[in-house]
């Protein structure tokens, strides 16, 4: 007994359906990009040279270079001004730590 005939899709067909996919993936939430940087800014109160820790959760790609020069220019700044600004410009879910005058800070943005 011969076999039905079953269609043959073509490579475009399964790039499409890859594609269709990976979109509902995105829209079910389960597509996380997580981005990791540690920068240097200088207090602008006291002068102190102080060591930050930022993490950057998003469903949309951000491009490492963008995140280089964003830090590059937060080189003398206040940590919440420097949270707001990245929040600006990246968007997602924020987190930066840091610890200044012996005092852990913590800012996040975006987060429900």
Do not use: W
């Amino acid at each position: 007994m011969a076999e039905p005939d079953t269609p043959t899709r073509t490579p475009l067909q399964q790039a499409e359906e890859a594609c269709e996919i990976a979109r509902a993936a995105f829209a079910a939430g389960d597509n996380l990009n997580i981005y990791r940087r540690q920068f240097v800014s200088v207090c602008p109160a006291d002068g102190d040279t102080i060591i930050y820790t930022l993490e950057i959760r998003s469903r949309a790609m951000v491009r490492v270079e963008h995140i280089n020069i964003a830090l590059a220019l937060e080189s003398k700044a206040f940590h919440e001004e420097i949270a707001d600004r990245l929040f600006a410009r990246f968007g997602g879910e924020q987190r930066i730590t840091a610890v200044h005058q012996g005092v852990e800070i913590e800012t996040r943005r975006g987060f429900a």
